[in-house]
């Protein structure tokens, strides 16, 4: 199984920017997934998650409000809408496969390469 994240690029602040994820295999219906971002010089942070049917969702208090989780499980993705983006967004982003705690990385045991998302000011 592995998981390709793409959809990253250069915003300005105020923007807004889809990624998205899609894992290979035929079990992605069967986890929840999350995102997580790592900005230079910072450790990776939770960003957003969501259960394996798409009907909860949890997010850092950073992005509550402005980005968005959602799923297709037809489609074996997974996005991350983003809206109002602020230069301190700026990060790689990685998705990730979760089997435990939504909001640590330790909960999650398979991950994406990571799409590189700029916000300029």
């Known amino acids: 199984v592995q998981l390709q994240a793409s959809g990253g690029g250069l915003v300005q602040a105020g923007d807004s920017l889809s990624v998205s994820c899609v894992a290979s295999?035929?079990?992605?219906?069967?986890?929840?997934m999350g995102w997580f971002r790592q900005a230079p010089g910072k450790e990776r942070e939770f960003v957003a998650a969501?259960?394996?049917?798409?009907?909860?969702?949890y997010y850092a208090d950073s992005v509550k409000g402005r980005f968005s989780i959602s799923r297709d499980n037809a489609k074996n993705t997974v996005y991350l809408q983003m809206n109002s983006l602020k230069p301190e967004d700026t990060a790689v982003y990685y998705c990730?496969?979760?089997?435990?705690?939504?909001?640590?990385?330790?909960?999650?045991?398979?991950w994406g390469q990571g799409t590189l998302v700029t916000v300029s000011s």
């Open positions: 990730a496969r979760n089997r435990g705690s939504y909001t640590r990385d330790t909960g999650y045991d398979l």
């Open positions: 295999g035929r079990t992605f219906s069967s986890y929840a």
């Open positions: 969501i259960n394996w049917s798409g009907g909860s969702t």
